[in-house]
């Protein structure tokens, strides 16, 4: 089983670099392989929690150089919920790369446990639309919610704003996941390419210096 290391936060980081520089990024210095994958990009603000930015992944198997490459940039600059991230933002930022691994159908939507899964539901509403979304399994930890809480939550998640019945529950289809995850923050990524490369990060001329 592949394992979520350094090198692929490095990557992602790499990669938006050198997207903002217009180039291609270096190759990364992982092995090539197959596992569905998630990468989150927050901001730190003066010390304070960090906030989300951007998170978009596949729950479909794909090849990890390109899924990180693609999706390190999908989710910094295409995640709807939030602004492009820009450069200036760099110093600010950290980034996780989750793999997945351990897909399980449950038997209903109480079938498994905060801190350990994340959850993919998929449900039918009233207005016989498909809906379906996800949690990270550190999203319901974070936010100190009960998994009935978790799956509220996910319901409006996945676009339906009508009521939340225990009959809507019960017709939830649950798969449940372990990932396992690596973030770094970007004065870490500063200084892993100084001491890897001899040179610290540019974008276009202007030095991001180890805030």
Request: aromatic share 10%; charged share 25%; with cysteine.
């Amino acid at each position: 089983m592949v394992l979520a290391n350094k090198e692929m936060v490095v990557y992602c980081f790499d990669t938006l670099i050198a997207h903002y520089n217009s180039e291609e990024a270096a190759p990364p210095a992982f092995d090539e392989g197959q596992h569905p994958l998630f990468v989150t990009w927050k901001k730190v603000v003066n010390g304070g929690e960090p906030r989300l930015r951007g998170c978009i992944g596949t729950l479909e198997a794909c090849q990890l150089i390109n899924g990180f490459r693609d999706y390190a940039l999908t989710s910094a600059l295409r995640d709807r919920r939030f602004p492009p991230i820009q450069a200036k933002e760099l110093p600010n930022l950290e980034c996780t790369v989750s793999i997945l691994t351990d897909y399980e159908t449950a038997n209903n939507y109480l079938d498994w446990e905060v801190g350990k899964h994340g959850i993919i539901i998929e449900f039918v509403d009233d207005y016989n639309t498909r809906r379906s979304a996800t949690y990270l399994p550190e999203v319901p930890a974070h936010e100190g919610w009960t998994r009935v809480e978790a799956i509220d939550s996910l319901i409006r998640k996945a676009g339906f704003s009508g009521p939340i019945t225990e009959s809507l529950r019960k017709r939830i289809k649950l798969t449940r996941y372990q990932s396992t995850l690596f973030t770094l923050h970007y004065s870490d990524y500063a200084s892993h390419v100084k001491a890897t490369r001899g040179a610290a990060p540019t974008i276009a001329g202007a030095k991001l210096g180890n805030h």
